[in-house]
């Protein structure tokens, strides 16, 4: 059993930066591929970023490309989405999610997941 809890989301004005941290609770933190995903209100949640257990490999949505960034620090069992020239298309919920015994692939579909958080806001204001 894995929990996540994300943090670090706010208001922002359009072309700010934002980080947002998920800390993961467990001893196999490294065998645990990560994801960020995001719903706005009326919408589908859709993937943004994940990251391979190992911290090696990464995959991006084609929105997410060139402004996030998506990391990880096993010592602290914390995944790290650096969000940069942000826009109001970006206003979401945003929430983190792990999968098991991943350690070294990446997944863009919720259903791979096993974990999810709660979420954080993230507004943007034009």
Request: one cysteine or more.
């Amino acid at each position: 059993q894995v929990h996540v809890v994300e943090s670090g989301g706010g208001l922002v004005q359009a072309g700010g930066s934002l980080r947002l941290s998920c800390a993961a609770s467990g001893r196999t933190f490294s065998r645990y591929a990560m994801g960020w995903f995001r719903q706005a209100p009326g919408k589908e949640r859709e993937f943004v970023a994940g990251i391979s257990g190992n911290g090696i490999s990464t995959y991006y949505a084609d929105s997410a490309k060139g402004r996030f960034t998506i990391s990880r620090d096993s010592a602290k069992n914390t995944v790290y989405l650096q969000m940069s020239s942000l826009k109001p298309e970006d206003t979401a919920v945003y929430h983190c999610a792990a999968r098991g015994g991943a350690a070294a692939g990446v997944y863009y579909t919720g259903s791979a997941y096993d974990y999810w958080g709660q979420g954080t806001q993230v507004t943007v204001s034009s």
